[in-house]
């Protein structure tokens, strides 16, 4: 059974820094590409950061370009997504995803075959 289990979410204030964590099971985790996303109160899901399986590739939505930065370590089975100069807009329930063998439209979210549930993020201003 595939599992993806998000922790690190919290309360922060704006300016401020997060560290989330992904950590995959029941795949192989190197044959997969990875995502982040986001979803706030009353909007739809949007992409926030992605992972090609080896790590050798990332990308962001413009939002938290240069301020987020996505990272894997294949021989521990996890991915990270480091949040600074965090915003109130940046509040979101985020979501971790897995897409086997990676995805040409790696932004989409219906392009991903595993979800976790999902860890809060709320910024204050």
């Known amino acids: 059974q595939v599992q993806l289990v998000e922790s690190g979410g919290g309360l922060v204030q704006a300016g401020g820094s997060l560290r989330l964590s992904c950590a995959p099971s029941?795949?192989?985790?190197?044959?997969?590409?990875m995502g982040w996303f986001r979803q706030a109160p009353g909007k739809d899901r949007e992409f926030v950061a992605h992972v090609s399986w080896s790590g050798d590739s990332q990308h962001y939505a413009d939002s938290v370009k240069g301020r987020f930065t996505i990272s894997r370590a294949n021989a521990k089975n996890a991915i990270v997504l480091q949040m600074n100069n965090l915003r109130p807009e940046d509040t979101a329930v985020y979501y971790c995803?897995?897409?086997?063998?990676?995805?040409?439209?790696?932004?989409?979210?219906?392009?991903?075959?595993?979800w976790g549930q999902g860890t809060q993020v709320t910024v204050s201003s």
């Open positions: 995803a897995a897409v086997q063998y990676g995805a040409i439209r790696f932004y989409r979210a219906n392009e991903y075959d595993y």
């Open positions: 029941g795949l192989t985790f190197a044959d997969f590409a």
